[in-house]
């Protein structure tokens, strides 16, 4: 059964929750070097997803443990190139997947980063006086979803 959402508001919040990010250290850390690998293009397609999508957990000396909620994501072909690329960037060590519940992932970090961009372009555009009496004067609206970040 499908249960549509009552408002916007209501969507976004579900949405929130359902990707709720809780920032760890090891996120931070994790983030920083996916970017990295991104940026200089070591990895791509299903390892670039694995990258994006997995938590880490925890790191030894020369074992780092992640985090993914799809085991469609834990394959030895992906995890091996991923460990090759982290090799290369300075990091060698082996890489060791289980599946769980992910609170701090580079994807969710850039999600988040991402919403507060927009929530602060629309804060700019509703706050203007300029547009306050447009809609006071006129009865100007907003189309919804009309305001992107810069």
Not at 51 to 56: I, N
Not at 86 to 95: E, I, K, N, T, W
Not at 123 to 144: L, R, S, T, Y
């Amino acid at each position: 059964m499908r249960v549509q959402a009552d408002s916007r508001a209501e969507a976004v919040a579900g949405q929130s929750a359902a990707s709720l990010l809780l920032p760890t250290e090891e996120g931070e850390f994790w983030h920083a070097i996916v970017r990295q690998l991104i940026a200089r293009e070591a990895i791509n397609a299903m390892v670039r997803e694995l990258a994006l999508q997995s938590q880490l957990v925890a790191r030894d000396t020369d074992q780092w443990l992640l985090r993914v909620e799809r085991e469609s994501l834990n394959q030895s072909g992906s995890r091996d190139r991923l460990a090759t690329a982290l090799q290369a960037a300075g990091h060698a060590v082996r890489l060791v997947v289980e599946i769980g519940r992910v609170t701090d992932s580079p994807a969710r970090r850039n999600a988040a980063l991402v919403a507060e961009r927009q929530l602060a372009a629309e804060k700019i555009i509703f706050d203007d006086p300029f547009v306050q009496a447009m809609m006071c004067d006129f009865g100007a609206k907003i189309v919804p979803g009309s305001i992107t970040p810069g």
